[in-house]
Structure formats: C-alpha cells, structure tokens
C-alpha cells in the first residue's frame, strides 16, 4: 500500500509539473519568435492557459491528498475549477471552431502559398530571361537557370560574387555595378539596354534589362532584383534594317544625282541642236560641265584647221591647269585615240600640256567626229574622279563633237543653200531676204540703204566666141572683184545669168557714186585668161538707187533695175542713177 501511495504521490506531481510547464514553454516560444497574438483570441488562451494552470494545481494539490485541511481546501478548488472549466469548455466551443476554421484556412493559405511560391520559382528558373536578385554590394543572391546556361555556370557558383568577378570584360562589370549603385540611390526602376560578352563568343549580346529595387522585411535590407531579355536578333535587324534604309537612301540618292543628270544632259542636247556656231556649241557644253561637275574645272580644246596646234576654246570652273594652246604630241588621248586619267588611284601617262606643278587628277577625254580625233574635253578636279564621273564626261565628248559634226554640215547646207555655187555669191533668194530686213533697219535708224544693180555688156559675145566655160571664167573672176571692192558688211550677190546686185548700208549718195564709178573703172581694166589665153576685156552698166521710207524690197530692186537698163540704152559702160 505504501508502493502505491508514493506512486501516486510521484504520478501527481509529474503531471503537475507537466501542466505548469506548457503554457510556460509556449511562452517561451512565443517571446523566442516574436509571434504576435491576434486580439480576438486573447480570451480563449487567457482561458485555455487558465485551464492548465487549474488542472496542475489540481494535481499538486493531489500530492496532500492525506491532510485533512487541505483535502477540503482541494475540495473547494476543485468545484471552483469545475465551474470555470464548464464555463471555459461552453465558451470555447463556437470559438474552438473558429479557431479550427482559421488553422484550416491557414494550411490552405500556407498550400497555396507554397503552390505559387513553387510557380514563381519554376517561372523564374525556366523562363526565356535572365532573373537575378543581388545585395546593396552587388553581389549575387540569387540568379535563374538562363543566366546559368547562358555563362555555363554550375549552380551556386556566382553565390556571394560580384559581376566584375564573372564578366569576361572587367569594365563592362563597373558598369553593370555602377548601374545598381543608380537603383539604390535612386529607390527607382531603370530601363536600358545593355551589351553583354558571353564566355566563348566574340560576338555581343544586347539585352534590354528591368532593375528595382525592393525591401527585404525579414532582415529590413535593400534589395535589387532584375530581368534581363535576350533582343540581339531585335537589335540585329533593326541594324539590318537601318542598313538597308541607309543604302536605300543612298541609291535614292543616287538616283536623283542619274536623273539630275540626265534632266541637264538633255537640256544641253536640246539646246545643241539650236545652236548656230562653233561658240555657241562650246558655250553650252561649258554650262553643262560646271553643273554635271561643280566641284571640277576643265576646257574644251579643239585642233585648229592647218592640224598643227591644239587652242583652249571654252573652259569652267575656277582654274584649268592646262595650257591654252599646244601641240597634238602633248596629249596622250590625243596620241592614242582614247581616255587617258592621271590620278594617285590610277597612276597614268601625265600629259605634257598640263602647266607644272601637276597636282590632282586629271582627264583628257578625246573627242571624234567623222572618224578622227578633233579635240579633247579637259577635267581637272582636287579629289578622285569616279567612274560614273568618267562615263559622263565620255557621254559629254560624244555629243560635243556630235553636236559639232552637225553644226558642220548645217552650215555647209546652209552655205549651199544661200550661195551661187559658180561664183560663190549670195543668191538671189538670199538678197531678196537680206535686203528686207536691212531696209527694216535702215528705216528704224534713219539711215540710207543703196542698192547696186549690174550688168555685163555684151555678154553674149563671150558665150559665142569663147564658150559657156570660158564665159563662166569671167563670171568667177568679176565675183571675185566684187568681194575685195566691198565692206565687210556689204552684201554682193548674183542675181541670174550676168547680172549682180550689191546692198551697201549706211553710205551718202556722193559717196556711193565715186564708190560705183571705181568699180566700174575696175571692171572694165580687170584681165581675163583662160589658162595661158588671154580673154577680151569687159564691160558693165550700173544702176544704182537709195533707199525712201516705206520702200517695198520689189520696188527698190526695180529702182536699180530701171536705172541699169536706162545706162544700157544711153550706151553701156556706165552708172545711172535711178530719177
């Protein structure tokens, strides 16, 4: 019996110790963490703790148990306990189920947490960026499994490290750490683009980077987390892109410059073709050049008629570098019938024209008409001459002796047309023409316009005699002493068979009397031969009339006329002047 009194004595007051020492443990634990009681759950653990409390001392009191005193004491505590613990166990229970309630939603919170948690993490590790968090040092808490693949890290081994301890390029680190040091300072996101060298890789990465920066509550310190997005391809065709828009704009350019240039090589054509002297064909081919080439000089050198020297025509720009008259030896492209450039580029024959020191480039560019070399087209410019500069300079010779050779044979059309092809005189449709537009201006200015009407005597003599070829000699010969008795701007012309007509402008009528008198004079002691046969001496009868206001070209023709008719009728060889 005494065994079991003394294990129920021990039984109690293990069990006492055990119940005082709960509520002290939790508190314990409770200060340990720091954990915080919600309000609304301050009465159910004042009453649960009281509750343990209550049941150790009910135990402790057990222990005696064999006192009388106490045991009514125990008694006494013990209906007290009762009540409160019946008054505890009605009141916890709707609050048991809350609190059941909150330790279920808890778990389900605390599941769920997990679950996103493990969301997260998966979606940062296996997401097509670079994810990191690092320390207000820089150094690296955490990064996802792109940066590892990327850098060919093993796990954890840029744990604690900073990036210039890592990166291939040790200022491309300084960078990166001089951009979070910005974050922190800051407490603001940053948005650039960064380029990046990978371990193995010569090429760099462009990576458009997101950093912020973000507390820590567990341990109260700043934090910066990044993502970091792969966009070389971006960035590479974007640089493509712009690429192609630069050559794009270039070849618009380009373009333009072609079409530029084919606007002024038309306008010259056009206008060569309306061109009516040798000047004015150079005149037009200098133009074109100063605006096809105007940051060029140049000259137009054309070999003159007795083919023994080259003279400077017409020339552009601020200074040619060539001489103003040579010899064909001079040039190479004259030599050799093709282009010939001096350059640095293109080292080549240095013509013998171009006046020392010779610097820059230089092109000689020849120019053909009907077969052979008349000329060359001179480019001197301080900065290489492009091959598309050389095709048009090429182009231009081709429609300069083009435009050339035309005007040649317009004007021998032209010459053929106005001139009697025996004598070489104007024609009678010229004169008729001519004497129109002098008569205009004779009027306009108020001065005299005369008109020569002459006549061979006995012409048909000669033809019966002599023959139609001796009398033609005559012809000839009394042309040619027309042409040295006039004015430069004096018009002789022949007017049919033996009959001429000469305009003599601006000259009183004493004056045009002693002129035709002379020439009378002259004609009649002029000597013909055939070869070694010595012709007959001729004759002529002369008209003469000036001009009046409003005077038709008809009427004032036929003034001379009537006055050369009237000299033939009152005995030949002599001037009468039209009354």
């Known amino acids: 019996m005494e065994f079991i009194y003394w294990n129920c004595i021990i039984a109690h007051g293990i069990t006492a110790f055990s119940y005082f020492g709960i509520p002290t443990v939790i508190g314990f634990f409770f200060a340990k963490i720091k954990a915080t009681i919600p309000s609304k759950f301050w009465p159910v653990f004042l009453l649960s703790g009281g509750f343990v409390l209550f049941c150790g001392f009910h135990h402790l009191l057990a222990v005696f148990e064999p006192h009388q005193v106490v045991s009514l004491l125990h008694l006494g505590i013990l209906d007290l306990m009762a009540f409160i613990s019946l008054s505890a166990l009605l009141y916890l229970i709707p609050t048991a189920y809350k609190i059941v309630e909150a330790i279920a939603r808890y778990q389900k919170d605390t599941c769920e947490l997990q679950c996103s948690q493990q969301i997260q993490r998966l979606f940062l590790d296996q997401g097509p960026f670079g994810a990191y968090i690092k320390d207000e040092q820089s150094r690296v808490l955490y990064y996802n499994q792109e940066l590892q693949s990327r850098f060919s890290l093993a796990p954890q081994e840029w744990m604690g490290k900073k990036n210039s301890e890592f990166f291939p390029d040790p200022e491309e680190g300084r960078q990166i750490m001089e951009n979070d040091q910005i974050v922190l300072k800051t407490l603001r996101p940053l948005k650039l683009i960064e380029e990046v060298k990978m371990p193995g890789n010569d090429q760099p990465c462009y990576w458009l980077s997101f950093r912020f920066p973000f507390n820590d509550y567990a341990t109260g310190a700043w934090r910066i987390g990044g993502i970091s997005i792969d966009i070389t391809e971006s960035i590479e065709t974007q640089r493509s892109l712009t690429d192609l828009n630069q050559q794009l704009e270039e070849k618009t350019l380009k373009l333009e410059v072609k079409k530029r240039e084919l606007i002024y090589l038309s306008d010259m054509a056009d206008i060569l073709y309306s061109c009516e002297s040798e000047d004015e064909v150079y005149q037009v081919v200098a133009l074109t050049c100063s605006k096809l080439f105007p940051n060029m000089s140049g000259c137009i050198n054309i070999i003159a008629d007795s083919k023994n020297y080259v003279q400077m025509n017409s020339n552009w720009g601020r200074k040619v570098n060539s001489k103003e008259v040579f010899s064909l030896s001079d040039c190479w492209a004259l030599r050799r019938g093709k282009l010939n450039l001096s350059s640095s580029c293109h080292p080549g024959l240095i013509c013998n024209h171009l006046i020392p020191p010779v610097n820059g480039i230089h092109l000689c560019v020849p120019l053909f008409a009907k077969g052979e070399v008349i000329g060359i087209l001179y480019i001197c410019a301080l900065e290489e001459i492009s091959p598309e ?178 000299a033939k009728r009152t005995g030949k060889n002599r001037v009468m002047e039209y009354v």
């Not at 449709?429 to 061979?456: C, G, H, K």
């Not at 020439?519 to 013909?528: A, F, G, K, S, T």
């Not at 038709?552 to 001379?560: I, S, Y």
């Open 389 to 566: 500069s050389q095709q048009i300079a090429e182009i231009l010779a081709r429609y300069l002796a083009f435009a050339l050779n035309n005007l040649s044979i317009k004007q021998r059309l032209t010459y053929d047309n106005l001139r009697d092809r025996m004598t070489q005189l104007f024609n009678q449709s010229y004169m008729q023409t001519i004497t129109e537009q002098r008569l205009a201006e004779a009027e306009r200015s108020r001065q005299p316009l005369s008109v020569i009407f002459l006549d061979i005597d006995d012409f048909k003599f000669y033809n019966s005699q002599y023959g139609h070829l001796t009398a033609n000699i005559v012809l000839q010969e009394l042309a040619k002493l027309l042409l040295k008795s006039i004015r430069s701007f004096d018009i002789a012309c022949r007017w049919g068979g033996e009959e001429f007509v000469i305009v003599m402008p601006n000259m009183t009528l004493e004056t045009l009397k002693k002129r035709v008198e002379q020439l009378r004079v002259d004609v009649e002691q002029m000597q013909l031969k055939d070869g070694d046969q010595i012709l007959k001496s001729i004759t002529a009868s002369f008209g003469i009339a000036v001009s009046e206001p409003g005077i038709t070209v008809k009427d004032f023709l036929n003034r001379a006329n009537q006055a050369m008719l009237e």
